[in-house]
């Protein structure tokens, strides 16, 4: 019943995107709320019962390097212009990586998990095209011009759309490849090609690139579930972007309808601002190069359009410094290429029944494909592409480890050395969910009235990161904007 219970949180928060809280909050603001929310409930119970940190206590390697990690954050947290909002940014990785752990441990406990939040992501791909396809026909009566700022909704912006799409589309393709019933075959097929449709239609060049790395490594990889896994997946783009040749092309000409950027004005090689993000990150890393300027603290510099750099790797640098960035690249980077390599060649890969693999390469592709954008886009940094990814993360290693040895119902126990990690993991798990409880209740009174609060400083679009205005440059340390411009502090 735990199980069952995580899930029903977790598609809760999923459905976010379909959801309006009653108060006049920002989408992102609502996901990010809940969000915090389930992270802190997943602190709690992870404290009370941590047996969901057992696939990483039993390899001390990767354990060791997840606490250097998070241990060279904290260091960098303590020597930043405002560590609370630095400490928040380590409690939030923190509280991503155990809902990712308890949700493999609630695959392990209850396989039929991965086929429930499968369709909880499929369920929710469905509801989001046809609110889109009802827009569009909307559009098409009333002559409106076609935007996509218009036609895609559950979004603070359209971009976070496409984020989303690179995380959803390839599970939605293997659920296609899992139908044995024509009918069913066909309507998931219909699914996963107007959801490719979507991705198109966001104009989001990183999904565009993501989807490409999926199709050509699935492709050049030597498993055969894979490569029909690819095949769909590129006939369910290509099928997308029929569809949106028909509805912003012809159908537009016919009836005399205005189309908003179209995705030709998108096919181009201009960086958007990013080249000079990219610069900024990287001097930045230049003059702190072991423990960076601290965590969430490029959200710091109030010259800067955006308060991340849409890209991961020089975001840890600048922010957490090169021994946490060689850590996570260490940790993560080897933990996709043991999924996509080592895991397929194993003895319990091949003992696996063909839904599973099937399921398997799905949920690897989504994370690939999500790796890959994170490189020139900020789907790491936003809500709701952050759950999704965790979602994904955590089927994949309940994946990789129910087949091996079964999780034991108590912790290694013997020793004092086992005993005290125990005890210390129980204490870190507590008080991050303390510091992201204190945080949701300093900022949830203020989370209506700060955009407008912001806007005399930001001067144009709001900057996303934690919150819709994601610049710490105009709070101080203890959530609070400033009373007058002269308190906003210079670049650090």
Same mark, same amino acid.
């Given at each position: 019943m735990r199980s069952v219970s995580l899930a029903a949180r977790s598609a809760d928060l999923l459905a976010t995107p379909l959801l309006w809280m009653p108060v006049g909050i920002e989408w992102h603001d609502q996901q990010r709320w809940f969000q915090l929310l389930l992270l802190a409930g997943a602190f709690i119970y992870a404290a009370w019962r941590p047996l969901a940190w057992q696939p990483l206590l039993r390899r001390p390697g990767a354990f060791l390097i997840l @606490?250097?990690?998070?241990?060279? =954050?904290?260091? &960098?947290?303590a020597f930043a212009a405002k560590p609370g909002w630095a400490v928040m940014e380590v409690a939030l990785t923190l509280g991503l990586i155990q809902s990712a752990l308890l949700i493999a441990w609630a695959y392990v406990q209850h396989p039929v998990t991965g086929y429930a939040f499968t369709v909880t992501l499929g369920a929710v791909a469905a509801l989001l095209t046809t609110q889109t396809l009802a827009a569009l026909l909307a559009a098409y009566v009333h002559r409106m011009p076609l935007d996509p700022w218009l036609l895609l909704s559950g979004f603070a912006?359209?971009?976070?759309? =496409?984020?989303?799409v690179t995380a959803i589309a390839p599970p939605l393709v293997a659920g296609w490849m899992l139908q044995s019933t024509p009918r069913w075959r066909r309507t998931l097929a219909a699914l996963a090609v107007l959801w490719c449709w979507t991705g198109w239609l966001s104009g989001t060049r990183g999904t565009w690139l993501a989807a490409a790395v999926c199709a050509v490594t699935a492709a050049l990889l030597p498993f055969p579930v894979a490569r029909q /896994? &690819?095949?769909?997946?590129?006939?369910?783009w290509a099928g997308g972007l029929v569809i949106y040749l028909l509805t912003h092309g012809v159908i537009p000409r016919l009836? &005399? @309808?205005?189309?908003?950027?179209?995705?030709? $004005?998108?096919?181009?090689? $201009?960086s958007s601002g990013r080249w000079m993000l990219w610069q900024v990150a990287a001097q930045e890393w230049w003059h702190t190069p072991w423990? =960076?300027? =601290?965590?969430?603290?490029?959200?710091?510099?109030?010259?800067l359009p955006n308060a991340h750099p849409h890209n991961i790797v020089l975001q840890w640098l600048a922010e957490w410094g090169v021994i946490a960035t060689l850590a996570w690249v260490?940790?993560?980077?080897? /933990?996709?290429?043991?999924?996509? /390599?080592?895991v397929p060649q194993g003895h319990a890969y091949a003992a696996w029944p063909e839904t599973q693999r099937t399921l398997y390469w799905g949920v690897c592709m989504g994370l690939w494909g999500s790796a890959a954008q994170s490189l020139v886009d900020g789907n790491l940094v936003m809500p709701y592409?952050?759950?999704?990814?965790v979602v994904l993360a955590g089927l994949a290693l309940g994946m990789t480890v129910s087949n091996t040895q079964p999780w034991p119902n108590l912790l290694p126990s013997s020793g004092a050395v086992s005993r005290r990690s125990v005890v210390t993991l129980r204490l870190v798990l507590l008080c991050s969910g303390a510091v992201v409880l204190h945080h949701l209740w300093v900022m949830t009174p203020t989370l209506e009235q700060r955009p407008d609060q912001c806007l005399p400083f930001c001067g144009g679009p709001l900057p996303p990161r934690l919150w819709s205005q994601g610049m710490i440059a105009w709070d101080d340390d203890l959530y609070r904007l400033p009373l007058r411009i002269s308190d906003i502090p210079s670049a650090p």
């Amino acid at each position: 019943m735990r199980s069952v219970s995580l899930a029903a949180r977790s598609a809760d928060l999923l459905a976010t995107p379909l959801l309006w809280m009653p108060v006049g909050i920002e989408w992102h603001d609502q996901q990010r709320w809940f969000q915090l929310l389930l992270l802190a409930g997943a602190f709690i119970y992870a404290a009370w019962r941590p047996l969901a940190w057992q696939p990483l206590l039993r390899r001390p390697g990767a354990f060791l390097i997840l @606490v250097v990690a998070l241990g060279a =954050g904290l260091l &960098a947290s303590a020597f930043a212009a405002k560590p609370g909002w630095a400490v928040m940014e380590v409690a939030l990785t923190l509280g991503l990586i155990q809902s990712a752990l308890l949700i493999a441990w609630a695959y392990v406990q209850h396989p039929v998990t991965g086929y429930a939040f499968t369709v909880t992501l499929g369920a929710v791909a469905a509801l989001l095209t046809t609110q889109t396809l009802a827009a569009l026909l909307a559009a098409y009566v009333h002559r409106m011009p076609l935007d996509p700022w218009l036609l895609l909704s559950g979004f603070a912006n359209i971009r976070f759309f =496409g984020q989303v799409v690179t995380a959803i589309a390839p599970p939605l393709v293997a659920g296609w490849m899992l139908q044995s019933t024509p009918r069913w075959r066909r309507t998931l097929a219909a699914l996963a090609v107007l959801w490719c449709w979507t991705g198109w239609l966001s104009g989001t060049r990183g999904t565009w690139l993501a989807a490409a790395v999926c199709a050509v490594t699935a492709a050049l990889l030597p498993f055969p579930v894979a490569r029909q /896994w &690819a095949r769909r997946f590129m006939a369910a783009w290509a099928g997308g972007l029929v569809i949106y040749l028909l509805t912003h092309g012809v159908i537009p000409r016919l009836l &005399a @309808v205005e189309v908003v950027q179209p995705i030709t $004005d998108r096919l181009t090689l $201009d960086s958007s601002g990013r080249w000079m993000l990219w610069q900024v990150a990287a001097q930045e890393w230049w003059h702190t190069p072991w423990l =960076g300027i =601290g965590p969430m603290h490029l959200a710091n510099i109030p010259t800067l359009p955006n308060a991340h750099p849409h890209n991961i790797v020089l975001q840890w640098l600048a922010e957490w410094g090169v021994i946490a960035t060689l850590a996570w690249v260490l940790l993560l980077g080897g /933990w996709l290429l043991h999924l996509l /390599w080592r895991v397929p060649q194993g003895h319990a890969y091949a003992a696996w029944p063909e839904t599973q693999r099937t399921l398997y390469w799905g949920v690897c592709m989504g994370l690939w494909g999500s790796a890959a954008q994170s490189l020139v886009d900020g789907n790491l940094v936003m809500p709701y592409p952050q759950t999704v990814i965790v979602v994904l993360a955590g089927l994949a290693l309940g994946m990789t480890v129910s087949n091996t040895q079964p999780w034991p119902n108590l912790l290694p126990s013997s020793g004092a050395v086992s005993r005290r990690s125990v005890v210390t993991l129980r204490l870190v798990l507590l008080c991050s969910g303390a510091v992201v409880l204190h945080h949701l209740w300093v900022m949830t009174p203020t989370l209506e009235q700060r955009p407008d609060q912001c806007l005399p400083f930001c001067g144009g679009p709001l900057p996303p990161r934690l919150w819709s205005q994601g610049m710490i440059a105009w709070d101080d340390d203890l959530y609070r904007l400033p009373l007058r411009i002269s308190d906003i502090p210079s670049a650090p």
